[in-house]
């Protein structure tokens, strides 16, 4: 592929396979943001108190978490296009019978069977859009960000003006978009083979036993503790008709969307994840308080309200990336259990919260809250040492480097390549294998293994054996053309640019003649969000650093080069 051909690769040009899934997730993600606007309502047309209306999110929560340990269980057995159908039949079915139903009790019945399918569908519906997507595994995670953003932001808006016409238009309006879901993924996902490995039903529980995943499902509990809280009883006290209660749970995720994609991840790259969640948690430890100090003032819940959406986005994403950095278990089965854990906490939290505010008044659930964020902290406190081993030193999971294949003999000073898992990866070590032979230097090829986190969500590009499969691979082609080269894995979980700067120490390790890249195939958008790897590795590599790509020599990276690939990119 040239280098015109991948600058003209959208991620917006995907199988239809991809946009069926992906707009099965915007429904999914509007979710609660078409619940919350009706809340009151619902409450005064069936008659009854914001605590039986909360059971809502009992219900649907504590589903949700004991469903999670089952799921990996279900999916590596089924399949995931199978997992994905039923769990979206699930949302069609109970959400359309919670639209029919006349009682606040069968609403809450049919919002546990809700919660099933919503389990079933969160567990593959992002696997499915990578293994789908055309545009690679960059172009799969911008479509799945945007799914994301979409359905956070649209879903209080189109809540509050079904809400506006009936509390039942929420629940209908869900059944109806997945039942078109629903249709479009039978028709055009492909069925796909059955997971080579079986995941056992214990496995999420016996990861609970490692320390750092129990430490952190259990901050994410006092987490979603307050998070639930404040989305359970916020619409009471802002007075609020349907159509201005979406409007208000709009603006606020907007601003979970924006920061959980954009913002998240250059504060963890800058700060480290866990300076960045103390301090977040802190700010919605003040943001409740101020709920609660101010709960018969409108104006100032919903200004809090809004503004916790920055923080709860910042915090949805860093949790999710800190149980990925201290968990010793493959992906699925981490995400299993810390999902269980956390969703726990939110599922128990607005049931209690409603027994607190009949007890005393409306105001004590949100001090309560505003406690548990401040828990959290301590709780996260006890477990920095596993995180910050993980991001740094003694752990680097988050960007460490694996020898595939010889080591190499001493006095070792290579031109390195650093590659992906895309098209121009051949091309790249080719134009790399060229540089190194006429330095009379040998080659290192080394493959870049990604694990994205988006949201609440971890997927990996490829596991560890096809990572190293594909180091062997270019070996092989280039032991056949008499080249000699070494082979290294460089896993980077979520921050792009701590994996360039690991790959600069390196380079000095090796005392590397020279460092060669490609162009990045992720873009500027996501770049800005996540950190360049490229430009980490120019800043920080004590060597040249030279782009390659197929139609042109290879040429020293400077900071005007490297401006002028961002707008290429651009």
Not at 232 to 256: E, R, S
Not at 405 to 423: D, M
Request: charged share 15%; hydrophobic share 55%; proline share 5%.
């Amino acid at each position: 592929m040239s280098a015109s051909e991948a600058k003209a690769a959208s991620p917006f040009r995907q199988p239809r396979a991809v946009w069926a899934v992906a707009f099965a997730c915007v429904i999914s993600f509007m979710g609660i943001g078409l619940v919350d606007p009706i809340l009151p309502a619902l409450g005064a047309s069936l008659r009854a108190t914001p605590a039986q209306v909360s059971l809502l999110f009992t219900s649907y929560l504590v589903v949700t978490a004991v469903a999670m340990l089952v799921v990996g269980w279900v999916s590596s057995r089924l399949g995931a296009k199978r997992t994905l159908v039923i769990g979206l039949a699930l949302i069609v079915v109970f959400a359309a019978l919670a639209g029919l139903s006349g009682s606040i009790g069968g609403i809450v019945g049919f919002r546990a069977g809700w919660g099933l399918g919503n389990a079933l569908f969160i567990a593959t519906s992002l696997s499915v859009i990578v293994a789908s997507a055309s545009g690679g595994f960059g172009g799969a995670i911008i479509l799945y960000e945007t799914a994301l953003g979409l359905g956070i932001a649209v879903g209080p808006l189109l809540g509050g003006e079904l809400g506006a016409i009936s509390w039942r238009g929420p629940f209908f309006g869900v059944a109806v978009l997945m039942a078109i879901a629903l249709v479009a993924t039978l028709a055009f996902v492909p069925r796909g083979s059955k997971p080579a490995h079986r995941t056992s039903l214990a496995a999420p529980l016996r990861a609970l036993r490692h320390r750092g995943l129990a430490t952190m499902g259990v901050m994410a509990l006092l987490y979603n503790w307050g998070f639930f809280t404040m989305l359970g009883y916020a619409p009471y006290p802002m007075k609020l008709d349907a159509h201005h209660l979406g409007l208000v749970f709009t603006g606020w995720g907007l601003l979970v969307a924006a920061f959980s994609v954009l913002v998240a991840p250059r504060l963890q790259a800058r700060f480290g994840t866990a300076k960045v969640l103390y301090a977040n948690l802190a700010g919605l430890g003040i943001v409740m308080a101020a709920i609660a100090a101010g709960v018969d003032t409108p104006e100032v819940v919903i200004v809090a309200v809004i503004a916790s959406g920055a923080f709860i986005g910042i915090n949805n994403t860093l949790t999710t990336q800190a149980v990925m950095l201290v968990s010793p278990v493959e992906r699925p089965i981490a995400s299993s259990a810390y999902g269980f854990v956390r969703f726990i906490g939110g599922g128990l939290a607005p049931f209690a919260a409603g027994k607190l505010a009949e007890a005393s008044n409306l105001g004590v659930p949100f001090y309560v809250g505003a406690g548990a964020f401040l828990l959290a902290i301590a709780v996260l406190a006890s477990g920095h040492k596993l995180v910050d081993a993980a991001e740094h030193t003694e752990a680097p999971v988050r960007a460490g480097l694996e020898r595939v294949g010889r080591a190499p003999a001493p006095e070792y000073r290579p031109v390195i390549v650093a590659v992906a898992a895309n098209e121009n990866a051949e091309s790249n070590v080719d134009a790399a294998a060229a540089l190194a032979r006429s330095t009379a230097s040998p080659l290192e090829v080394v493959h870049l293994r990604e694990t994205a986190v988006v949201e609440d969500q971890a997927v990996d590009a490829e596991d560890a054996e096809q990572a190293r499969a594909r180091v062997r691979r270019h070996l092989e082609r280039l032991a056949e053309r008499g080249i000699a080269a070494t082979g290294q894995v460089l896993t980077s979980v979520g921050d792009h640019a701590a994996a360039g700067r690991v790959l600069a120490e390196h380079a000095a390790e090796v005392s590397a003649r020279a460092v060669a890249v490609g162009r990045s195939p992720r873009g500027p958008i996501a770049q800005f969000a996540e950190g360049s790897f490229t430009s980490a590795l120019a800043h920080h590599a004590p060597c040249t650093v030279v782009f390659v790509r197929p139609d042109s020599p290879p040429h020293p990276l400077t900071a005007d080069s490297l401006e002028g690939l961002r707008r290429q990119s651009a």
